[in-house]
């Protein structure tokens, strides 16, 4: 049974560790957003596919829901003491990652390469593609102009309110994450961002259609929950863009691109008006995931509901 | 008072802080051996400046006697966990300082401004000049094979005997060096590695020249001490490579070249043979640095001495 999981950010990396962690035979292909991605420090970091190898490896440190768990931030210090720029708090840890992928890159190998590598090396069996190999990075329009995306989520704490998202670059998906969606027995949109996350991946030209094309039921999980993103400011930034922050808005954005619509039991209400919009089915289903079961229970529901 | 000080290692960097700590109008600047610089995990390391920065800044781990005091190794940690090579055991705060002077070089800087650049940040007014810009590493031919320096000193831990020391590359000395030999008011080769820390300099295409053009006095002072190197594997070295592992042998290295040798009290009994053989003054000091005290002794010592 071969998934593959469209992801980025928290919800997203906990739904790939819900799949990850059934005991069928489920052969996982996460494709990970790189919208996120920036230098720091001269090196290339790459937030979701590292909540992606830090969660699938059982290192993330799960109380404050990224980077590794027991990190140290020494090297932060001397960076202070040098005069670079900090606001990047990168732990020691998680600069040996970002280290470790910017030698690969720089000895030739692509990203779904130096990927592959450290996830093999952290033990993951799930396969993590980046979404593209090429430079692909969410640039966001905001009331107090236009920012980097770290600029905006880490340094300005999401304070300005977003007007436009785009993509800088003209990167195109690699041919493993066109393979992985029409190969696939069943495509998930994780609980992620739908504008920052999932959709700098629909963004990549040949995705939307390959999806379309794909025989496999694809399937959108929403990650607003009564109204509000569990994390992270996907409901805000709905709103300042103008659509609904609701399970229905998120559900317009993915119309005619999805078959089944996950949403949570809180927006059980909604269910009959996604459904008639979009002319797709709705599962109603828990879909907080607070433990590890609860995210591998959350995989096991979707996986019945769409596939039987 | 114009002071360059030719070092690389332990010893000359004790040297180049004892000069840094007189009150003096002394204006120190350091040309650092780079043999010994390498990559580790995609990044620049300098371990000859690196300690000049460290010592000079208050910042090294005296207990050790290289690298960043409290530093810790969480990014090492995870290096192993990736599978990349750890025999080299970069700090936290040491593999901040690789990748600044890294991004730094990839911005297009000179080694020469990226190390003024971090020195000014660090707070320390001796200029520190890296002896190229260009790459000029030591190589070590020994019994067991033809090493790379680190691999050599590092990983093998100086086990193997040196048969030949040679420089990888063709670099020329910086003009700033050249600047810095031919307008000092007086010329020190510090109290290191002969073969591999002043060697590499002194092997630049006019250098020695230079030095010899200069009207500044040019004082070397020994690292052996009794017959042994205080610190690391000059003696051994200098006993494989054919010469003698003694105040005498590192004078013979330096005759033509240097106005006055400064030993050690215990090597009293060699001076007379130094002046001898090389036709230079001798001056017999306490060059054992335990503490900072004893560094600025040496350092007024050693001037005084030379400049009166």
Not at 89 to 99: E, F, K, P
Not at 126 to 131: E, G, N, T, V, Y
Request: proline share 5%.
């Amino acid at each position: 049974m071969k998934v593959t999981l469209l992801a980025g950010g928290t919800g997203g990396t906990k739904l790939a560790h819900g799949f990850a962690l059934l005991p069928d035979d489920v052969e996982l292909t996460v494709v990970a957003n790189v919208g996120d991605d920036a230098e720091m420090h001269g090196l290339l970091v790459c937030p979701d596919i590292d909540a992606l190898l830090y969660t699938l490896a059982g290192l993330l440190d799960t109380e404050q829901g990224w980077g590794i768990r027991g990190d140290t931030h020494t090297a932060h210090a001397q960076f202070e003491r040098l005069g670079e720029p900090t606001w990047f708090r990168v732990g020691d840890a998680d600069l040996a990652t970002h280290a470790t992928r910017t030698r690969l890159l720089s000895e030739g190998l692509s990203l779904t390469d130096a990927t592959a590598r450290m996830a093999a090396a952290l033990g993951i069996g799930a396969r993590i593609l980046p979404a593209t190999d090429e430079r692909h990075r969410t640039v966001v329009e905001t009331d107090e102009g236009v920012l980097e995306f770290q600029e905006y989520f880490v340094h300005r704490r999401q304070a300005p309110e977003v007007r436009r998202v785009r993509f800088d670059g003209t990167a195109r998906p690699t041919d493993a994450v066109l393979d992985a969606i029409s190969t696939a027995d069943l495509i998930v949109l994780g609980p992620s961002n739908p504008v920052v996350s999932i959709g700098p991946i629909l963004a990549l030209p040949g995705v939307r259609d390959a999806m379309r094309e794909a025989a496999a039921p694809v399937v959108s999980v929403s990650p607003i929950v009564g109204g509000r993103a569990l994390r992270g400011p996907a409901d805000r930034m709905m709103t300042s863009l103008g659509h609904e922050s609701s399970a229905l808005g998120v559900a317009r954005l993915h119309a005619g691109l999805v078959d089944r619509f996950v949403i949570d039991e809180t927006d059980v209400g909604l269910g009959h008006a996604i459904q008639r919009e979009t002319g797709a089915s709705v599962d109603v289903l828990p879909t907080v995931m607070r433990s590890d079961d609860d995210r591998a229970a959350l995989a096991r529901a979707i996986l019945d509901a769409a596939i039987g």
